[in-house]
Structures are given as C-alpha cells and as structure tokens.
C-alpha cells in the first residue's frame, strides 16, 4: 500500500513505494518546508535549541541556513505561466493575481476604483469616508442601496478572482483582489481592500455602521465636494491624480495626523569597487593609528555591499509611500541598477556636503553623518536609514514624528559601557561614551542607553544646532579618514538625547529585530519573519564576519530579502547600466521655507 501523504502539496515520491525512490540528503530540509507552520515553527524550535549547539562552531551558520529554509514551498504541479496561484496566507488559502510588479499601496487604491466604478456603473451614489485602517480605504452607500451594491460587487468579485468578505454582517463588506508575486510568497490581500459601509438615514442624517476616525454622521443634504488621495491618509500610492467625491466634514485634517513633507537619506559604499579599494589602501598608509584601535575601525565588513539597499528600498516603496523624497549620499558611486532620472530621489556626493570641511576621501560613517543635514532640498524631517535597515510591514509617519513635528527615539535595552574610553573599545562604543561626556556637560544628565538600529528620526534644525554647539567635536569627526576614538555620533544617538533634552523628542515604540549575520540563530529568526510579517523594522547587520563565513552570508540574504520583498520599487531600473564612478550628481530643487 502507499503511504499517505501527511503534509499537503508534498512531492510526488512521497506516495510511492519506498523502493522506488531513493532517500536523498535533503529530504528532511523538504519536510520542513512542506509542514504547516505550527509544526514547522516547533521543529524550527528543537533544531535551533537542541541540534546546533552540538554543530561545530565553524559549520553553524552553513547548518542552520539548511534547516531553516527561506525558498519558495515545493509544489506539486508546477507554476509555469498561470495568471493566478493558490497562496497561504495568515487568515487562509486564497487564490490571488500573479503580478511582477506591484505595491501596498498601488493595490489599495486599484481596489478602491474597482469598487467605485463598480457602483458607478450600477448608478449607486457613494462617497469616499476614512477608515481606522492604515492601508484599507472606506466608501458609504445608502442603506437603502445595499441590496443592489452587494449584488453588483458579488458579480465583479465572481468574474475577476475577488474577494467580498463580511465585516459587519449586513452593514459593512470588505473587497478585494488579492495579489502575489510570481513565486507566492508575498500576497496583496484584504488588508489592503475597500469596506463599503451602508449608512441608514436617520432623523435628517446619514448614520454609519460605526464609528471612523472623523465622523459617524452627516446630514443628508450636506453638499458633496471633490478632493485628491492624500486627505484620506499617507498610505497612497504617488503619483494618484485621481480625486473622490466625499463630504466636507472628512476633509478636515485631524490634530493627530503629520501633515509636513518627510524625505529618507541613505548612505551607501560599494566596497567592491577598485578604484573605492586603492583610495581605501592609500588612507590607510596615511592613518597609522588605525592599526592600533579596535578591528572594527576599518574592517571590510562594514563596506560589503550585497545588494542591501536594493531591498532597503523596496521596503521603503512598499510600506512608507509617503516619503517625499530619497537622497543617497555615496562617494561618487551609482548602484548599476538605481534610475536616476526619477525626480524624488537624488544622488549626493560627499563633496556637496563637506564642502571645505572635513578630509575626503572618507571611510568613516560617523564623520559622514556629521554632514547629513548640509544636504541640499533636504526637508526638515528626515529618516536616516543604513541600508541594512529595513521597514517590515506598512508604518505611518506617526511611528516616527508627532504631529507637531517632535522627532520620536526608540531607546534600546543595551547600555552603554560605563568604564572610560578606551582605544580597544569598539568605535559605536567609543562614540556612545563621548556623546555622554557632551549630554552629561551641556544638560548635566548621564546618558545610559543605546538606540536601536531602525530608521532614525531627524531634523534638520537640531542637528545644525548640535553642530554649532560641540563645533570643536563635530569638527573632529568630520576629520577623521577612519572612525576614531573620539569620534561622535551624531545621527544613531547625539541627536535623540540633545533633542529630548531641548524639549523636540519623544521616546517611541517600534517593534524591531536586530540579528546579526554571523549569528546561526539569524536563519531561524529570518524563517519567523518571513511567515509572520509582524514587525516595523528590522536589521540585518555585519559587524566582523570572518572570511570562512562570507560566502554564506551571502547566500543567506540572496534567499531572505527577495522572498520578503519581491516587488521591485519605483527607484529600480528594469535593466542595470554600466557603472558609473565619478559622475557628475545632480541637485534637487531646494525646499521652500514655507513648508519645511
């Protein structure tokens, strides 16, 4: 007799007699991605606990990469060109739209104009109302219509692989059309579909189903007005020109929403440049004190690029489309694959923000940091990213700024070295210390914590104050080729506490993941990430890898951040151009005061 198949969508040989098919080595790699997620989240557990402690240290991360595999699930039948694929989701199976290229917010608003035309066409009048959602959209419709709107959606769901799920029953539907990636591993659903609520008539007046973020009634005579995406929420898709009828009393902006503009800087190397190397080597021969400082002073690791801020990016498009515009600030070097020619992003040279200050070339993040706010047309509230930093699901710019523009810090539960400055410590603890001496002397409290490693929260304003405050130390840093001892940091921590202690901050709340890639436990934590998709932020950092364990490393990632983010972002060219170093970088145009 065959043996049953335990676990769904297995592979053919598993219901054939054993003789007829030998055992390989990867088999049980293949029961761990075929198990449903609470038995592979448990056996994920008992190797992680149990099996690699006995592996040789060495061996770790190359095991713990295959016994947590990151891959597509194996399929029975295969994929090949079909438009759509049966996918696992949190809240089910579902059948979705295969697509190459797609956004959360691109998705959220083609559901809503499905919808609207929908009821459009059925001449059903609607009006567009906010929901509590930050990725759904809202629509009212007459309860006296709701006959014919569920009618009308059932058959256009029907026809076009949708979905019509419901919330309330009878008062509030949610619709959409799921969409995945070609492989299925991130799916578009119904978190970002359109509820369309039925609104009685009552006394006069349109009562909702239920309570929204502006109002749950309006008078039925109110006159209906036009207006575009954006005062319904940051979560649209740029670039939107469509506008929807909806009532004034929704167009009010809400004390507790940001309304200023917010850019991202990056900075970037490609430590894989030859010509990057030799001015690397000839810095060095020009800075013999590096070699007696702590290894990670100039260790290569912190320059590997593998293909990081590709997927940063990605993550940004995805889940912050809000941001207005993306600076990259790199020694004269262009990611093959980055399309320049957009309007809202800029590449900057670190010649346009040292200017006469400081010594260029530099290999030194910190004195790199210490010129962030000299970008030209940067608004006054940024996010700094490195790009190893990644936003993990969709995020309102309220998870970073308040709405009346204070800066939010997310403290880390790591403290930061109390002994004196050493030359051993390692160059973050260096520059934690000697941010402690200038809060402890300019504000006479004792910094004692660190930041985690997210996108950071800034100003403009208080770094050039910062600046001119500890102009001798800032000076210092921006000096200095390599990172130093009494280097400071301005962005991943100085700035937080002067900016609390000025009154312009506020401690946050982020859910976060910081692993590093030399850890064996990195693979596990990346399995349990990728099936759950729950936090804000998360970073993937490499502090020291040996040359043993690069190799792997990279495979790790080359299996992790595609599945995660397989969409390609607005900054991505569809065919890579050739190199280019030492171009000439273009400007952007300066913001105006007036909306700083």
């Known amino acids: 007799m065959p043996r049953r198949n335990f676990f769904p969508e297995a ?19 293949r029961i761990i991605r075929l198990a449903p997620w609470p038995v592979r989240r448990r056996l994920l557990h008992h190797l992680q606990s149990r099996v690699l402690p006995l592996v040789p240290e060495p061996d770790r991360l190359r095991v713990a990469r295959r016994l947590a595999p990151l891959s597509p699930r194996p399929r029975l039948k295969p994929i090949g060109d079909a438009p759509t694929l049966r996918v696992r989701t949190p809240i089910g199976r579902m059948r979705a739209r295969r697509c190459l290229d797609a956004s959360p917010a691109a998705v959220r608003r083609e559901n809503l104009d499905r919808v609207l035309d929908t009821l459009t066409s059925a001449d059903i009048e609607w009006f567009r109302i906010p929901v509590a959602s930050l990725t759904r959209t809202g ?43 070609p492989h299925g591993r991130l799916t578009l659903g119904p978190a970002y579909g359109c509820e369309v609520e039925f609104w009685r008539r009552e006394d006069g007046n349109l009562v909702g189903p239920r309570s929204n973020p502006v109002a749950d009634t309006v008078p039925v005579d109110e006159p209906e ?25 929704f167009t009010m902006v809400s004390p507790d929403r940001v309304a200023f503009p917010i850019d991202a800087v990056y900075t970037w190397v490609d430590g894989g440049d030859p010509a990057w190397h030799a001015r690397k080597a000839e810095a060095l021969r020009e800075n013999g004190w590096v070699a007696g400082t702590n290894g990670q002073t100039a260790n290569n690791s912190r320059f590997v690029s593998r293909d990081e801020l590709r997927y ?26 980055l399309d320049t020619s957009r309007g809202d992003l800029t590449v ?29 047309g940067l608004a006054e509230h940024f996010l700094y990213l490195n790009d190893d ?34 030359p051993a410590d390692r160059p973050a603890d260096s520059a934690g210390k000697n941010n402690r001496r200038l809060i402890q002397s300019a504000f006479g409290r004792v910094l004692t914590r660190k930041m985690k490693h997210t996108p950071h929260p800034s100003r403009r304003s208080v770094l050039a104050e910062i600046e001119v405050r500890f102009a001798q130390e800032v000076e210092a840093t921006a000096g200095h080729q390599f990172r130093h001892p009494e280097d ?19 401690p946050g709340q982020i859910s976060y993941l910081y692993t590093d890639l030399a850890d064996p436990a990195t693979p596990f934590h990346l399995a349990r990430l990728l099936h759950k998709r729950h936090l ?24 992790f951040l595609p599945a995660y983010l397989p969409f390609p972002s607005r900054w991505e060219r569809p065919f890579p151009r050739t190199p280019v170093v030492a171009r000439q970088i273009k400007r952007a145009e300066p913001v105006p005061e007036a909306v700083r």
């Not at 995805?318 to 600030?329: D, E, G, K, Q």
């Not at 346009?352 to 962030?372: H, K, M, V, W």
């Not at 710019?397 to 790591?414: I, M, N, Q, V, Y």
């Not at 962005?491 to 002067?498: F, I, N, T, V």
């Open 225 to 249: 007005i036009v207006v575009a995406e954006p005062v319904f929420g940051p979560f649209g898709a740029p670039g939107t020109t469509r506008r929807y009828r909806t009532r004034e009393v």
């Open 389 to 422: 930093v990644f936003l993990g699901r969709p995020v309102a710019p309220e998870l970073f700024f308040t709405p009346g523009g204070l800066t939010r810090f997310f403290p880390s539960g790591a403290l930061v070295d109390s002994a004196p400055r050493s």
């Open 11 to 29: 592979p053919l040989w598993v219901v054939t007699k054993k003789s007829e098919r030998p055992p390989r080595k990867d088999d049980g790699v």
């Open 488 to 506: 400071i940091a301005m962005l991943s921590s100085l700035q937080q506490y002067y900016a609390y202690l000025t009154g312009r901050a506020a």
């Open 139 to 181: 629509v009212a419709v007459d309860a006296a219509d709701r006959a014919r709107a569920l009618t009308a959606l059932a058959t256009v769901t029907a026809r076009g692989e949708g979905r019509l799920d419901r919330v309330i029953p009878g008062r509030v539907v949610r619709v959409s059309w799921p969409v995945t990636d």
């Open 536 to 559: 804000d932020a998360f970073c993937l950092n490499d502090t020291d890898s040996g040359a043993g364990i690069v190799k792997e490393q990279a495979a790790l990632l080359a299996e």
């Open 348 to 376: 900057v040279s670190h010649r346009e923000i040292f200017g006469d200050t400081g010594r260029l070339p530099t290999f030194n993040s910190q004195a790199i940091e210490s010129r962030l706010h000299r970008v030209p």
């Open 312 to 337: 940063s990016l990605r993550s940004l498009h995805a889940f912050a489309p809000w941001i207005r515009h993306v600076f990259l600030v790199t020694d004269d070097q262009v990611p093959a694959w």
